[in-house]
């Protein structure tokens, strides 16, 4: 069997930043990732990142995304992609399948980075070809430089939705309008005024009542919600679209520490069940760390400060790195985090990062359904 | 409504933020308005400025000041800016027209000399306006700058400009 000091599986922000942390304190480290490309969603960020100067802010993502490969390269970090990871063992045997074959790895440390999966939104129509995630329209143009649709209907208003928005205007795409179910813009104020200036219209408290179409979507209806979310008749505004884009929030995706047998509490702040982690990233299962949108979905900057703390975590567990130079590589990076989650748009993160250790004994008792432990 | 409902800035909250230069130092010379006023946790403004003109300082939410006497309008903060919420303002032509940079994200970029459709905060049409210049630098990473002349009472209404082909 294959052995690693450190498997790390993911290759978005949040697990090349682990990687590079691990493999500069000394450690042998193998990233794991499923799709073609390393880079998770970091190559689709094209717009320039948020944040502290000296930590990248004002920086494209896609160029982030090119320096923080190079980095992981220049250490000596294996990259092996097409390869998906379907199960773990015992805390320490990963179980991977590649295109042809199937094959597993020991593990002393373990870092999932797994990031997280587009929630949907059902309403009559939603099956109908040209309604997609938002994150698939972003994939589509930054990816595959296809249009996904030429008049688009963004639904949410997070930062997801004001930033695709803008992309599909860049893509050369008509947006009809981005409608929210909230009474506020939910995303960065600055977003949504590039857009407002370009002419989309921002319709808060308003909600996709149908997309109707024979083949494809041909035309969406939106309507005004009251304060308890019931569509308001009488309200209807009739857009004339060919996509509707869902941008409606995001959910870790933890299925690899469900089977690992981690303690998971449910945190809405967070994007729903999160596998309980330490500051050190641990999850209750000794020698498996989470790092990014798995352990909390927030934005790219703080994946890859996450990704720096448990790599750093995993390497001194492993004894790559004493506790004392460990506290010390971490101190910044802890320091960017806690930047990062200041401020209002920060509350969430901070609120649901604190609900978790405030809920550390719950998760204990909890009685779980699947894994083990 | 204000720009957390609907997307965008009335004039009169842009005047009130801490970014925006009093009417007197708009009149003196070429700066900056910075129409960032949300408490995100972001500085590259700063930085970017060599003038000392911007603060931002600890906590790093702290929403962008402007002192104007320092502005020369050099328009870096505004291509470092990734809100782009910064625009450079020039009122001091007596011809009876501004001189307004804004930060351009589009293809194709419009040219020199070329006649532009205006736009509001709000996205929509008030008037047309005259392309004087267009910048592109390595040092932009991809934003360009477009120095449009717009009527000069339009000065603090227009935002974005729409091209006619």
New interface residues.
């Given amino acids: 069997m294959k052995q690693a000091e450190i498997v790390v599986i993911g290759a978005g922000p949040a697990g090349l930043s682990a990687a590079a942390a691990a493999a500069q304190a000394g450690a042998q480290v193998l990233v794991i990732d499923e799709n073609a490309e390393p880079g998770g969603q970091l190559f689709k960020q094209i717009h320039k990142f948020f944040g502290a100067s000296e930590h990248r802010a004002g920086q494209r993502g896609v160029d982030i995304g090119h320096e923080l490969l190079e980095e992981v390269e220049g250490l000596g970090v294996e990259v092996v992609l097409d390869a998906s990871v379907w199960g773990i063992y015992d805390g320490s045997t990963v179980a991977v399948a590649s295109q042809e074959y199937s094959w597993r790895v020991k593990a002393d440390r373990i870092v999932l980075a797994t990031g997280a999966t587009e929630n949907g939104l059902s309403f009559r129509g939603w099956t109908l070809p040209g309604v997609m995630g938002a994150g698939c329209a972003q994939t589509m143009m930054n990816v595959h430089r296809v249009l996904p649709g030429q008049r688009v209907v963004m639904v949410g208003s997070g930062n997801v939705g004001l930033i695709v928005a803008y992309q599909l205007l860049q893509a050369g795409a008509e947006v009809v309008a981005v409608v929210d179910a909230l009474p506020r813009v939910g995303g960065y104020p600055v977003h949504a005024a590039k857009i407002a200036r370009a002419g989309v219209p921002i319709y808060t408290s308003y909600s996709v009542k149908e997309a109707d179409g024979d083949e494809c979507v041909e035309k969406v209806t939106i309507w005004r919600v009251d304060d308890r979310w019931q569509g308001v008749p009488g309200s209807e505004i009739e857009l004339d679209a060919d996509t509707v884009t869902l941008a409606v929030g995001l959910s870790p995706m933890a299925e690899l520490a469900w089977v690992a047998g981690c303690r998971f509490l449910h945190i809405p702040e967070l994007g729903g069940h999160v596998p309980v982690h330490s500051a050190y990233m641990e999850t209750t299962v000794p020698g498996i760390y989470v790092a990014g949108d798995v352990s909390g979905v927030e934005e790219a900057s703080c994946a890859m400060e996450e990704g720096r703390l448990a790599g750093l975590w995993a390497a001194s567990a492993a004894g790559r790195l004493s506790v004392a130079a460990a506290v010390a590589a971490a101190a910044p990076h802890e320091a960017s985090l806690a930047r990062l989650r200041s401020g209002p748009f920060g509350a969430a993160a901070r609120g649901g990062k604190l609900a978790m250790d405030g809920r550390r004994d719950e998760a204990w008792g909890q009685t779980l359904t699947r894994g083990g432990a | 409504m204000s720009?957390?409902?609907?997307?965008?800035?009335t004039l009169e909250e842009v005047l009130a933020l801490p970014g925006c230069p009093s009417p007197e130092a708009m009149r003196g010379r070429r700066v900056a308005v910075v129409?960032?006023?949300?408490?995100?946790?972001?500085?590259?403004c700063?930085?970017?400025c060599k003038a000392g003109a911007l603060t931002v300082g600890t906590?790093?939410?702290n929403v962008p000041k402007i002192d104007a006497a320092c502005c020369d309008g050099c328009g870096i903060c505004m291509v470092?800016?990734?809100?782009?919420?910064i625009f450079i303002l020039d009122l001091t032509r007596d011809d009876g027209r501004a001189e307004l940079w804004l930060p351009y994200?589009?293809?194709p970029l419009p040219e020199m000399g070329e006649a532009v459709l205006l736009?509001?905060?709000?996205?929509?049409v008030v008037g047309e306006g005259q392309v004087t210049k267009v910048r592109q630098a390595k040092r932009f990473?991809?934003?360009a700058v477009v120095q449009v002349l717009v009527p000069e009472e339009l000065a603090m209404t227009v935002?974005?400009i729409?091209l006619r082909r």
């Avoid at chain 2, 470092?80 to 919420?85: N, R, S, V």
């Fill in positions: 720009i957390l409902e609907d997307g965008y800035f129409e960032c006023g949300h408490e995100l946790p972001c500085n590259p700063e930085t970017a906590p790093i939410t470092d800016c990734p809100g782009l919420a994200e589009f293809l736009r509001d905060r709000a996205g929509s990473d991809r934003t935002r974005a729409a």
